[in-house]
């Protein structure tokens, strides 16, 4: 089947090329080299000095400044300081407390399921902390399946432990800095990157003869989701990057206000996106969709030039539309002036592009004050009303979270007590067995453990894939190096690699740290590289562990989509339900608002959850289609397309929205909110919605009327359009 006919059906793609490039994704532009370097020297200087020392012992500073590097999730030096800080800390008494363990297996799986457990109940408070529970985990495991002599060869792991923490930290803190909102700028880069692939594409579908509606369907989920996930990646970086210094709030405060152009150019082109969808099914005019496809890809143009701006390149010479707009509008007024419809909605997108352009001309003077030495000059009431509140850390706030998850129905708790259970037993397989080198088998069958099913299993295959083949990598290059020595300069580029690649592809990663941790832990434990048969048991542990792992997410407690999408569904049919109620109430007012940011963003994250919801559902293995498939797939395109719906009818000109009839609306805007709430409730509950209402009387365009008003109708029509087919998708979803 091809994608197309696959997305016809209302079905995500299935040919081996669409599944390798979910497999095994490449976004080369995340390269971080800077990170890469750090981290190999982090882990390479101890490695010679150890060797040049003669104390292998030094090796273990190594391990940890490396896992220290792979704490530093980012962010404000605050949030640096504490993920890596806590990781040293908690790092040091894991390796004691492993001591006191290692010499019973019934110690040793106590201490590692009640470990394991209270480090993954830690991913409650965000991305950083998740981090540092996995590196937690890992360390414990290593640290029993390395045990020590005696206690004070436990007590000198846990100050090599520290120390490796400490030079890890302060390399990337004093010696070796960040700039603190560099994260920030890369962050909003990445947006400027998905509005542009966003324009791009709308002027490729939008150019096409005959763009069917599956084109129009696919370009809104995709692009609309993608675009989304880059804002509030970029709000949450944000969020961690702020300084509370003079110096540094005015620059912090330039990358909130240039955040907030972007999400207002997402705004605009969402209704661009719908009256180009409207005209071009109505009729075609060559000229104009010349016109409107030049105007798109200039924009796309901008907005990349914007991104290499964020990271250090130059300005573009021209940020505005005003030309592509002026050549649209020609082309408009040469047309037959028929007042219809589509001419009507090509002169809304004429105004749409000017807004944008006023909005990325905006962006580019923010982007001059948010360079490292640029000196911004925002007034005072600006900072005031964007400086974020004081963070709230106090350790009641803690236990309030920590509570409120401690039963069955939380996913975090469920996902915690499977994985402590999994890493006991795990310990207790390895000992039992009395495996070489065991502590693969149990990090493997941790780490690929996931919270969801679907995403266990893509997590087993890329660690597995990646062990293996990295194993062999490391038994290649013990082979050829002749000494220490050698395999201490091979090591600096392996982690630079390592570092680098990390949020390019995870099964890269693995592949690349595989050879890396193998070389260092033989240093460690016995000052040579090993030979071809441990490498042949690493990959074989990888294998049970990856089983294993697997094994624990069907049988404990497995998170299964099937029960996960209609509460995600039914939440993104209710945000969009009042995101579209908002910009009907606008008409009553008869402003000319530019959409709801609050609500915009609600619906936006709720769509955007329920479409990952689905994507897993799809993931898990299976070998045919879910029944929820095509009707889910049918309801997250229609709640996009509310959403572009409303956005429209916020950008039409108030002058003409105030002619239209108030009683019209009332029953549109009270039909549509009751029919939505309806419809929500009974996806949730799995059964099928009551009967819909008849649709409230909308009159047909009437053509002596103003073409405004004629689009104002479409629009109005195809709101009451979207949820009509939402109701017939819900009974299908529900089984009917």
């Known amino acids: 089947m091809s994608g197309v006919d696959a997305l016809v059906k209302g079905r995500a793609p299935r040919d081996w090329r669409s599944r390798l490039e979910r497999a095994l994704p490449l976004d080369f532009r995340e390269i971080s080299l800077a990170a890469g370097a750090r981290a190999a020297t982090a882990s390479a200087l101890p490695v010679l000095a150890g060797e040049l020392l003669h104390r292998p012992d030094l090796n273990w500073v190594a ?21 890596m800080g806590s990781f040293t800390l908690f790092a040091a008494i894991g390796a004691l407390l492993s001591f006191f363990a290692q010499d019973s297996t019934i110690l040793a799986m106590l201490l590692v399921l009640v470990w394991s457990f209270g480090a993954s109940m830690v991913r409650l408070f965000g991305n950083a902390a998740t981090t540092v529970g996995v590196l937690l985990t890992t360390d414990v495991l290593v640290s029993i399946g390395i045990p020590d002599a005696d206690l004070r060869a436990a007590a000198m792991r846990a100050a090599l432990t520290v120390g490796g923490g400490l030079w890890a930290m302060a390399l990337a803190l004093i010696l070796w800095p960040v700039h603190p909102n560099a994260a920030s700028r890369r962050a909003i880069g990445a947006c400027w990157l998905s509005l542009a692939d966003y324009a791009t594409a709308l002027g490729q579908v939008h150019a096409q003869q005959e763009s069917s509606e599956t084109e129009w369907g696919r370009l809104v989920r995709e692009r609309r989701n993608a675009v989304r996930a880059a804002i509030e990646t970029a709000r949450s970086t944000l969020a961690d990057t702020r300084r509370r210094t003079p110096g540094e709030s005015e620059r912090g405060a330039s990358l909130v206000v240039l955040a907030a152009e972007i999400d207002q150019i997402f705004a605009a082109l969402i209704a661009l996106s719908e009256v180009l969808e409207l005209a071009s099914a109505i009729d075609r005019h060559p000229d104009i969709h010349f016109q409107v496809e030049a105007a ?31 050549g649209l509008r020609r082309a408009v007024e040469a047309a037959e002036p028929r007042g219809t419809a589509d001419l009507a909605a090509y002169r809304q997108a004429v105004r749409l592009i000017e807004t944008i352009g006023g909005y990325a001309s905006h962006a580019a003077s923010a982007i001059r004050g948010v360079t490292p030495d640029a000196q911004p000059n925002l007034e005072a009431e600006t900072l005031k009303a964007i400086e974020p509140p004081a963070p709230r850390t106090r350790l009641i706030d803690i236990a309030a979270t920590l509570r409120a998850n401690v039963n069955f129905s939380s996913i975090t708790f469920r996902h915690a007590l499977r994985l402590a259970l999994t890493a006991a037993v795990a310990v207790a397989l390895t000992r039992s067995m009395g495996l070489t080198r065991g502590y693969w088998l149990t990090i493997t069958a941790t780490v690929v453990l996931q919270p969801y099913l679907a995403t266990t299993f893509q997590r087993t295959l890329e660690r597995v894939a990646g062990s293996v083949a990295g194993g062999l990598l ?15 300069v091979v090591i600096f580029p392996l982690a630079i690699a390592t570092m680098a690649f990390r949020p390019v592809n995870y099964t890269l990663f693995v592949f690349l740290l595989t050879p890396q941790f193998v070389l260092v832990a033989e240093l460690f434990q016995t000052g040579g590289s090993g030979d071809l048969m441990l490498a042949v048991l690493r990959a074989v542990h990888s294998v049970l562990g990856g089983a294993l792992g697997l094994a624990a997410a069907y049988l404990l407690w497995p998170a299964r989509e099937n029960r996960e999408l209609p509460k995600q569904l039914a939440r993104a049919i209710r945000a969009n339900r009042d995101l579209a109620m908002s910009a009907l109430g606008q008409l009553y007012q008869g402003e000319a608002g530019q959409g709801q940011p ?43 397309r509310l959403a572009g719906v409303a956005l429209t009818l916020s950008h039409l000109p108030a002058h003409r929205i105030e002619t239209a009839a108030r009683n019209r609306l009332d029953q549109l805007k009270d039909w549509m909110g009751s029919s939505l709430s309806a419809i929500g409730d009974a996806i949730e509950q799995g059964v099928a919605p009551p009967e819909l209402p008849p649709v409230p009387d909308l009159p047909p365009t009437i053509p002596e009327a103003a073409a405004e008003e004629q689009l104002l109708d479409h629009e109005l029509a195809r709101l009451a359009r979207q949820v009509g087919v939402l109701h017939a998708a819900s009974i299908r979803f529900a089984g009917f």
Do not use: Y
């Open 296 to 326: 798109l890809m200039r924009l796309g143009t901008i907005a990349r030039q914007l991104a290499e701006a964020m990271t250090g390149g130059a300005l573009p010479a021209a940020t505005d539309l005003t030309v592509a707009a002026r």
């Open 63 to 83: 391990i940890i400044g490396f896992w220290t590097c792979l704490a530093d999730v980012g962010g404000s030096n605050r949030m640096r300081t504490l993920s």
């Open 598 to 640: 609050a609500l915009l963003r609600a619906a936006g994250m709720a769509s955007n959850n329920a479409e990952a919801s689905l994507q897993r559902l799809i993931d898990e293995p299976h070998t045919k289609a879910r029944r929820e498939e095509e009707p889910a797939m049918t309801v997250l395109t229609c709640v996009r």
């Open 474 to 488: 490391a038994a290649l290059l013990g082979w050829m190096l002749p000494d220490p020595i050698a395999i201490t």
